[in-house]
């Protein structure tokens, strides 16, 4: 019998827009496969849609608060359908920037130190020595994130508008300059490492993520094998030590540079990665002999509940 897929997208989270993107991305690919696909524009209904669907398995294509953080995944436990990705509790921890570093710290992943405070109190004074970065707790897609250069006398001062929309809690972590590396993993096989550049954006930001010519992706990446299999290795440990299923993509950076430092700190870990025509994670499963419509199908009969 023809397996009936409800591809989940949009949601209300900053991040809708790509979300829409990698859910058509991921439907066309199902459908091509000859899967029975259900296209759900997820809306505060979306627990009625689902009861009346009644699907075989829901494909999360949603990204950001409530599609990424456990929220959705602990509502298709309570209907019992099975879905992609990771479950609820690996996917609330590892949207919390906070405590995801604190477990994979624990399991010997190297992270950047950090502070969590109040907006306010970080647009006050410098809440550590320049140059650091200033990110959301729960937030994706670099939505929120500011770069505080050794130059800057005063901390950014957008922390102090009213229309700030990603919350009063932030997190401060010193900056690490050099390359960004991601690398993601499928099952339990961490895939290749891909070097992103770009040219036109200060780091790996929302337009160099999705843009089209916003960053190249060079695959394999062209660092020293020990570092390159280095990476591999940290974002399996990172993938197990949160809890994660599926497929999920970690980022990196690497100060290689003549002076610096050698370091290979890990970002974060994301458990719903983009799938969009720009994204990393389709480059990675190609270059590892994986078309894109493999790997959805794969994550669809990957799928269950109590992940």
């Known amino acids: 019998m023809t397996k009936h897929v409800a591809v989940l997208m949009g949601g209300w989270s900053s991040e809708r827009p790509v979300s829409l993107t990698s859910g058509k991305e991921c439907a066309d690919a199902l459908e091509?496969?000859?899967?029975?696909?259900?296209?759900?524009?997820?809306?505060?209904?979306?627990?009625?849609?689902?009861?009346?669907?009644r699907p075989d398995v829901a494909f999360n294509a949603l990204h950001g608060p409530f599609g990424e953080d456990g929220c959705i995944q602990g509502l298709l436990e309570i209907l019992e359908i099975p879905y992609t990705h990771s479950g609820v509790m690996a996917s609330s921890l590892a949207m919390n920037k906070d405590r995801a570093k604190a477990v994979m710290k624990a399991?010997?992943?190297?992270?950047?130190?950090?502070?969590?405070?109040?907006?306010?109190?970080?647009?006050?004074?410098?809440?550590?020595?320049?140059?650091?970065?200033?990110k959301p707790v729960n937030e994706g897609s670099s939505f929120g994130v500011l770069i505080v250069?050794?130059?800057?006398?005063?901390?950014?001062?957008?922390?102090?508008?009213?229309?700030?929309?990603?919350?009063?809690?932030?997190?401060?972590?010193?900056?690490?300059?050099?390359?960004?590396?991601?690398?993601?993993?499928?099952?339990?096989?961490?895939?290749g490492v891909i070097d992103i550049v770009s040219d036109r954006h200060q780091f790996y930001d929302f337009d160099a993520k999705y843009a089209p010519g916003g960053s190249k992706h060079i695959l394999p990446a062209e660092i020293s094998p020990n570092i390159y299999h280095?990476?591999?290795?940290?974002?399996?440990?990172?993938?197990?030590?949160?809890?994660?299923?599926?497929v999920s993509r970690a980022d990196f950076r690497l100060d290689d540079r003549l002076h610096g430092t050698g370091e290979l700190i890990c970002l974060e870990v994301n458990t719903q990665p983009g799938m969009t025509p720009t994204s990393l994670v389709p480059d990675m499963a190609a270059h590892a002999g994986h078309s894109f419509g493999e790997v959805v199908s794969w994550m669809v009969e990957d799928a269950s509940c109590s992940r």
């Open 32 to 53: 091509a496969r000859g899967y029975r696909v259900t296209r759900v524009d997820v809306g505060r209904d979306i627990a009625t849609v689902l009861t009346s669907l």
């Open 230 to 246: 280095e990476v591999q290795k940290l974002t399996l440990k990172a993938h197990q030590a949160l809890g994660c299923r599926g």
């Open 149 to 191: 250069g050794e130059d800057q006398q005063h901390p950014p001062q957008q922390l102090y508008s009213s229309d700030w929309p990603y919350g009063d809690r932030i997190m401060v972590e010193r900056y690490v300059a050099g390359r960004e590396l991601t690398c993601a993993v499928m099952g339990d096989v961490a895939l």
């Open 107 to 134: 399991a010997g992943v190297p992270v950047a130190p950090h502070r969590i405070l109040d907006r306010l109190e970080a647009a006050r004074e410098h809440p550590m020595k320049p140059p650091y970065v200033i």
